[in-house]
């Protein structure tokens, strides 16, 4: 079946310190693999995403690589801000427009 | 990119009333709409597929009398809430997507508070 493990939070940083939330995934075929945002009281937002192997999803200084290898798609950003804090939600989609979350990670940044 | 918006952002209600919650894409035709509810933890769990013109289909576990779903046209979905209880009381959102590139679009989401 299909199935995305994020790590477990919270996570809690200081300012300007780097971000790894790593995410793997199961899946039968070749899904697209999405990075979602939520900040305090929103919905979700899409932050990046990559759709075939070793392709990069890039947006607002936040990175992921698409691993088929180690069936991966960890999330980094090399100088987090305050305003970064939010939950960060790995997610796949395959054919048939159903899509599968993991369970989030909580990011606070602190000054 | 494209727009989900649900309504009400915010809704109190009491016990054994029915509360209805509109999610509508404001830019592209969405034949199918996903609802979900987010639990403390933030855990997102997929309630059920609204689609345009039939019956939803609902997950696992999730009472379809109780959360009543109608996707009556291609740009609206609502998710009513009937005879709410205290355990309803939650985090519920929607989303949608226009078909390309497999993205998802989600509304802001609607707290539900039963008293």
């Known amino acids: 079946g299909n199935s995305v493990t994020q790590m477990e939070g919270p996570v809690t940083l200081s300012e300007e310190a780097f971000l790894t939330i790593n995410c793997t995934y199961t899946?039968?075929?070749?899904?697209?693999l999405f990075w979602y945002v939520q900040y305090p009281g929103e919905g979700l937002q899409l932050l990046l995403k990559?759709?075939?192997?070793?392709d990069k999803g890039s947006n607002k200084g936040f990175e992921a690589t698409y691993r088929k290898e180690t069936t991966s798609f960890h999330l980094e950003k090399g100088s987090v801000q305050v305003s970064d804090s939010a939950v960060y939600f790995c997610?796949?989609?395959?054919?048939?427009?159903?899509?599968?979350f993991g369970t989030g990670t909580s990011l606070t940044v602190i000054p | 990119g494209a727009v989900v918006s649900q309504h009400p952002s915010r809704v109190i209600c009491k016990s054994g009333t029915s509360v209805k919650i509109e999610c509508r894409s404001l830019?592209?035709?969405?034949?199918?709409m996903f609802w979900y509810r987010q639990f403390p933890k933030q855990s997102l769990m997929l309630m059920a597929t609204?689609?345009?013109?039939?019956?939803?289909?609902?997950e696992q576990g999730v009472e379809k009398d109780k959360f009543l779903i109608n996707h009556a046209s291609l740009t609206l979905s609502t998710l009513t809430v009937t005879s709410a209880h205290p355990e309803d009381s939650s985090f519920y959102i929607c989303?949608?997507?226009?078909?390309?590139?497999?993205?998802?679009?989600f509304g802001e989401g609607s707290r539900l508070t039963v008293l």
């Open positions: 989303s949608a997507s226009p078909g390309t590139a497999g993205e998802l679009f």
């Open positions: 899946a039968t075929g070749y899904p697209s």
């Open positions: 990559a759709t075939k192997a070793d």
């Open positions: 997610a796949l989609h395959h054919t048939g427009n159903q899509f599968y």
């Open positions: 830019d592209f035709q969405a034949t199918t």
């Open positions: 609204s689609n345009e013109g039939s019956k939803a289909t609902y």
